[in-house]
């Protein structure tokens, strides 16, 4: 089963529209003369406020190398809820993905499985694709509930969603202690969990249908790490935050994943 690889940078909370606009070009130009079909799917998560310049210099170089993607959005269509942005306000700026569920706005912003459930369906009803986080504290890797941990997480975030659906999502599997830390996750262990997740998946919608979901794995992936992440059976890409603001180690991770 051959799945597109996708390489995706999590911005976070960095970048105004100048900072953005300067290092989707820089991305941009140094992918150019790269043949589209042999990269990766390159997908950039600004934060709300840079979302249209950075669809704009996505547009203008019409080369559809460069996948727009929001970092989180709200379920609901509208109304009285101060703060929230909604999936038709996104889409408004040609964005492919939206993030969600990932493990700083469960922890900081305190979103539950049912509220990620939530969003999961409305994107998909949108028509476009969740990027679907999911992963582990250290010490529930130390307490050996991992496995059972992200099952759970999937279980709960796929709840209702239609296994042709389930096909199209991408989920990142993101190890909480390894986001941030410089402490990457061994790739073996990293594929492993993956697998399990590919298990899980196909238990909720079939295994043609779980084989066809790109799972990506999150947390310090850097330019030296890529090649070996990217060589394991069920790692299809990565979730990149810190090296994914500087144009060269980003563009060095893309050509990792060739
Ligand atoms: P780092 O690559 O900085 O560890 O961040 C990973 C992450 O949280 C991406 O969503």
Redesign the pocket.
């Known amino acids: 089963m051959s799945r597109r690889p996708i390489i995706a940078g999590?911005w976070k909370m960095h970048n105004n529209r100048k900072a953005s606009a300067e290092l989707v070009c820089g991305i941009k130009e140094a992918i150019e003369g790269i043949d589209k079909d042999a990269l990766p799917e390159v997908v950039v998560a600004p934060v709300f406020t840079s979302l249209d310049v950075v669809s704009q210099n996505i547009c203008n170089c019409g080369c559809g190398r460069i996948q727009l993607a929001a970092q989180n959005c709200y379920f609901e269509e509208k109304g009285a809820f101060t703060g929230e942005v909604s999936i038709d306000m996104i889409k408004d700026f040609d964005a492919k993905f939206i993030?969600i569920g990932?493990?700083?706005r469960r922890q900081i912003f305190g979103e539950s499985d049912e509220m990620i459930n939530k969003k999961a369906k409305a994107i998909i009803a949108s028509g476009l694709t969740p990027i679907i986080?999911c992963g582990e504290t250290l010490e529930q890797r130390e307490l050996g509930v991992t496995d059972s941990h992200i099952a759970s997480q999937i279980v709960k975030a796929l709840e209702g969603v239609a296994p042709a659906d389930v096909a199209n999502v991408v989920i990142?599997y993101?190890p909480i202690w390894?986001?941030?830390?410089g402490k990457t996750c061994d790739s073996a262990e990293a594929n492993r969990v993956i697998k399990g997740i590919r298990t899980t998946l196909s238990q909720i919608a079939g295994k043609e249908n779980a084989d066809k979901v790109r799972i990506l794995y999150?947390?310090?992936?850097k330019p030296e790490t890529i090649k070996e992440q990217m060589a394991q059976s069920d790692i299809d890409g990565a979730?990149?935050?810190?090296?994914s603001l500087k144009v060269d180690s980003f563009v060095e991770i893309i050509k990792g994943a060739m």
């Open positions: 999590n993030i990932h493990s700083e986080c990142a993101e390894a986001i941030g830390t999150g947390g310090s992936v979730l990149v935050g810190g090296a």
